[in-house]
């Protein structure tokens, strides 16, 4: 499991490579600003909404094109997490076109359980568990969404699923979207996720509702319409059942220091 070192939100007003970074963690990076990344690998131009990854020991500078904010999270983890040709690869670039929806959550969700962390030790090894999480998520893009094709449908929808989950989505408009039948395209579903489409939906709108109760201080009806339950009844008992508690509840839980993944 990785240990994460540094988790936030973090300013940064880099205008022309001044400053090399090269530490001994890898670096984890939602960028919230668009810049020039420049690598050992060559230079990449940054849009808001990319995530990158530098590896422990690798080089990076940055030319903002005007002050911004990132969200960062600096980890130790085993070398086959981050090498090239890891059965984990975490691509090095992905864009804020490609990478779908749910990461700034996510990030805000692992920074949330870290600033706790000193003083709780459940919290620190939920941060690692909830990286980990992050890490085999950011993993499995390059075979659902990064490529230049999806193979399945099956993949389609789920990418379809995964990205757009606040939406008002339904099996029919999902079959429509990826071109096949509801019919077959719930069974091909079935066989490639072992689940069906409306229980990965719910699922999905049920995890993100987590991350936002836990690591953020957005109102609890606010946090129902951000992941498409906008019924604050039906929002109570779909957590309950997928989660065991009810927002409230879960919110009680995460007593501590709370970062609005918006800010």
Sequence with gaps: MPRIVVAGRFALVDRAH?????GPTHALHLHDYSAELRTEAGTQPLAQGDVTLSPAGSATTYALDAPGRHWCIH??????????????????HSSAATIGGGVRERMAHVAALHARSADDRLAAVAAGLAL???????ADRPRSMLGARVDTAAEQAAA????????????ATIAAAVGRSPAYLARIFRTRFGTTIPHRLIRSRAQHARYLLESTDLPIWRIAERVGIP????????????????????R?????????ADR
Aim: proline share 8%; hydrophobic share 45%; aromatic share 8%.
């Design 160 to 171: 379809i699923i995964d990205t757009r989950f606040a939406e008002p989505l339904d099996p």
């Design 18 to 22: 001044e400053t090399r970074y090269c």
């Design 231 to 250: 019924d604050a009844q039906h929002f109570n008992k779909t957590l309950r059942r997928l989660l065991g508690a009810s927002p409230s509840a879960i």
């Design 132 to 138: 980990q999480e992050l890490l085999l998520w950011l």
């Design 75 to 92: 980890f130790l983890a085993p070398a086959d997490v981050v090498a090239d040709d890891a059965p984990l690869a975490i691509p090095v």
């Design 252 to 260: 009680a839980r995460s007593v501590g220091k709370t970062i609005d």
